[in-house]
């Protein structure tokens, strides 16, 4: 290693607390030679195994392959991290200069004739080679992972792979860089009282507290195109004239002409999506995705959101006919989409006398992270311990140890809640490190972070809307997958499972957070500390139901769209606008609902392949999640610990060691049916 390199802080050795990223000593510059070096070194490990002259064993084929690259794992997520969660526009030029990069060598690795012709010995013969269950799995799902990667093509074939790889990852780079452009580059200025009129005091600091990160005069307000504070602002702002404009700015991010247009990108990764399903055979993209996934094919997938689209269509009519006499009785003959979020507010607030102003009080961050931690500890049996001496990538990061039932640190947690210009939207998990990682030795603790974008508040605690509680139990329950990871093996470790079934600890965990025995522990009132009264309960369960045609048909449209796209015979020919146009007007959308997700910002399908005919998947892991829910019900204790133990074994702890529907069965005793969906949004008949 040169000098440079041996000065860089990603490639010594991380002696501080918790082994944690040295975050304070690193610099933009230190990460694209980190990667290099790292990549060389992985692709040397590598290179040692096809050159092994020992006949291939399951210990120096598949063991030996799942520890490679454990220094460019451990790099590469440090910088991916703080891409999405702290980015600049340095460390975005480097981005874009790994991406294709990084993606090129992974391809690489895929392709490597050496080390598959190993793995395929094997699995020729894998019957007879005696393996335990979970290293079958390994051999099977490496050797599933090369095939996928090309490595059975040749020719021009085989090249060609590599280059769409490449390709690819360049595009959806450029296309998450676009939206974030968007979505920082415009706000809504709010001078006046009037402008500001119907807006609840806690979105007022909010908007304070964004107008300082933007640099305006002390006093100003503005809202952006944050969810955090968008969506509160359509839901309560009176200026019908001001919702509109913030609306269509919202709805038109990728679709505005010029740099940051990301409509001839989709069509680009489009193409190369089509053409890499083609070079394995299969008749379109979306074969290729779902045939790696629990539904097995496009069919199954357009079974499920038509299932539930029929029913969730016939709410969401039902619903804007209601919302549309109630804007006639206020005047509104013209009810329009920027209209349904402020009139179901409204709607919502009168049938069940219930406000945010009351119920937010009861839900402030700190309460609902503790929450999330209690209810951690009594199904799983483990702790969280907040280690505030250690430094992070921005002051608003937490970090705590996680320990088990023998005091042991087992894991370690980041906490970054609160929306910021350098972060992408939305909410998601991430990590640093696995347990299976091979850096530290077998000892190596996860390190796993979840991001979310709540408005921070101006002074005082942060209050979190019901929604906002769901988020952070959400993204919690992904946590959760990788901190009780106990696979041995890195391939199969915590989330490194079939993407319709990652949805499920995540969506399962949800359900805690409006358990009575959660709430009167914990929903106390941020400045009396009462605890949040039954009869309130009451009426935020009742409303759970309420305007759930709406959400259905917002998130469902966004999957159908997903599948028929990545169904087209003819990508090149296809108008993106025109295109979403038509589908919806196909399925019978309902004029007033908008898409929550656009396809010119729709970050799930474009700016990775991981969701890319997969974003039914948080619908099919709600079948998952609310039959394993009832699991808990019919126990009769929603912390009954026999049930949690199984939970604990077959869901959150295997990772991909068994089959995802075979784990499911071996936690429910069952198949899972569609009912409890149906019934939990309203829609059963």
């Known amino acids: 290693m040169d000098t440079t390199l041996a000065d860089n802080p990603l490639l010594q050795e991380w002696t501080g607390p918790l082994a944690l990223p040295p975050f304070a000593a690193l610099d933009d510059e230190h990460f694209e030679p980190a990667l290099t070096h790292a990549m060389a070194l992985h692709l040397a490990e590598v290179d040692a195994i096809a050159a092994n002259t020992d006949e291939p064993t399951f210990e120096n084929t598949c063991v030996a392959f799942d520890r490679c690259g454990a220094i460019l794992g451990v790099v590469g997520r440090v910088f991916g991290n703080l891409c999405s969660a702290e980015t600049s526009p340095d460390l975005q030029a480097v981005e874009r200069a790994m991406a294709p990069r990084l993606a090129a060598h992974h391809a690489s690795i895929s392709l490597h004739a050496g080390v598959f012709a190993r793995i395929d010995s094997l699995h020729r013969r894998i019957d007879s080679l005696g393996l335990a269950p979970v290293e079958e799995r390994l051999l099977q799902r490496q050797h599933l992972d090369f095939v996928r990667g090309g490595a059975m093509l040749s020719g021009e074939a085989r090249v060609r792979v590599g280059a769409l790889a490449e390709e690819l990852a360049t595009l959806q780079t450029q296309f998450a860089q676009n939206v974030l452009?968007?979505?920082?580059?415009?706000?809504?200025?709010?001078?006046?009282?009037?402008?500001?009129?119907?807006?609840?005091?806690?979105?007022?600091?909010?908007?304070?507290?964004?107008?300082?990160?933007?640099?305006?005069?002390?006093?100003?307000?503005?809202?952006?195109?944050?969810r955090s504070l968008i969506v509160p602002f359509l839901e309560t702002s009176t200026r019908r004239d001001l919702r509109e404009t913030a609306f269509a700015v919202w709805m038109a991010r990728g679709e505005n002409g010029g740099r940051s247009d990301n409509r001839q990108l989709i069509t680009d990764i489009l193409i190369r999506r089509r053409e890499l399903a083609s070079l394995h055979g299969y008749a379109n993209f979306a074969e290729f995705q779902t045939d790696d996934m629990m539904a097995k094919s496009p069919g199954a997938v357009a079974h499920l959101l038509h299932a539930v689209w029929a029913p969730a269509r016939a709410a969401a009519l039902a619903e804007q006919e209601q919302l549309g006499e109630l804007a006639r009785r206020d005047g509104n003959t013209d009810f329009q989409a920027w209209d349904w979020r402020y009139y179901a507010e409204a709607m919502r607030s009168a049938t069940f006398d219930l406000h945010d102003d009351e119920v937010k009080p009861y839900f402030s961050l700190d309460r609902v992270l503790e929450a999330a931690f209690d209810c951690a500890g009594r199904l799983f049996g483990i702790r969280f311990t907040e280690r505030p001496d250690i430094a992070t990538y921005h002051p608003d990061v937490r970090i705590f140890e996680v320990r088990g039932g023998d005091d042991q640190v087992v894991?370690?947690?980041?906490?970054?809640?609160?929306?910021?210009?350098?972060?992408?939207?939305?909410?998601?998990?991430?990590?640093?490190?696995?347990?299976?990682?091979?850096?530290?030795?077998?000892?190596?603790?996860?390190?796993?972070?979840?991001?979310?974008?709540?408005?921070?508040?101006?002074?005082?605690?942060?209050?979190?809307?019901?929604?906002?509680?769901?988020?952070?139990?959400?993204?919690?329950?992904?946590?959760?997958?990788?901190?009780?990871?106990?696979?041995?093996?890195?391939?199969?470790?915590?989330?490194?499972?079939?993407?319709?079934?990652?949805?499920?600890?995540?969506?399962?965990?949800?359900?805690?957070?409006?358990?009575?025995?959660?709430?009167?522990?914990?929903?106390?009132?941020?400045?009396?500390?009462?605890?949040?009264?039954?009869?309130?309960?009451?009426?935020?369960?009742r409303a759970a139901q309420f305007n759930q045609g709406f959400a259905t048909v917002e998130y469902t449209s966004c999957a159908l769209l997903d599948l028929a796209l990545h169904q087209e015979s003819d990508p090149a020919a296809i108008d993106i606008s025109e295109f979403e146009r038509s589908q919806l007007a196909e399925l019978g959308m309902p004029p007033a609902v908008i898409m929550r997700h656009r396809l010119p910002h729709f970050l799930h399908l474009f700016s990775s392949s991981s969701y890319a005919s997969g974003y039914y998947v948080y619908l099919w892991a709600e079948v998952l999640d609310a039959d394993?829910?009832?699991?808990?019900?019919?126990?009769?204790?929603?912390?009954?610990?026999?049930?949690?133990?199984?939970?604990?074994?077959?869901?959150?702890?295997?990772?991909?060691?068994?089959?995802?529907?075979?784990?499911?069965?071996?936690?429910?005793?069952?198949?899972?049916?569609?009912?409890?969906?149906?019934?939990?949004?309203?829609?059963?008949?």
């Open 181 to 226: 452009a968007d979505e920082t580059g415009w706000h809504l200025e709010l001078p006046t009282e009037a402008d500001r009129a119907g807006l609840p005091e806690w979105l007022l600091a909010a908007a304070r507290g964004a107008a300082r990160d933007a640099g305006l005069a002390d006093g100003a307000h503005i809202i952006t195109l944050s």
């Open 411 to 541: 894991g370690v947690f980041l906490s970054d809640n609160f929306a910021r210009p350098t972060k992408r939207s939305g909410a998601w998990m991430s990590s640093y490190r696995m347990r299976a990682d091979y850096l530290l030795g077998d000892q190596a603790l996860p390190v796993i972070a979840n991001h979310n974008n709540f408005a921070k508040a101006e002074i005082g605690p942060t209050l979190l809307s019901i929604e906002d509680g769901r988020t952070l139990f959400h993204e919690f329950g992904h946590g959760l997958h990788g901190l009780l990871s106990t696979s041995p093996f890195h391939r199969l470790a915590g989330t490194n499972v079939l993407r319709d079934f990652v949805e499920l600890p995540s969506q399962l965990y949800e359900h805690w957070l409006l358990e009575p025995e959660v709430l009167r522990r914990h929903a106390r009132h941020v400045e009396t500390g009462e605890t949040i009264p039954d009869e309130l309960v009451d009426r935020v369960r």
């Open 628 to 685: 394993a829910h009832d699991a808990f019900i019919e126990a009769g204790d929603p912390f009954d610990a026999p049930t949690a133990a199984r939970l604990r074994e077959f869901i959150y702890s295997s990772g991909n060691t068994i089959e995802p529907g075979e784990a499911y069965r071996a936690f429910r005793g069952r198949d899972p049916g569609i009912e409890p969906l149906l019934r939990g949004r309203g829609l059963l008949v």
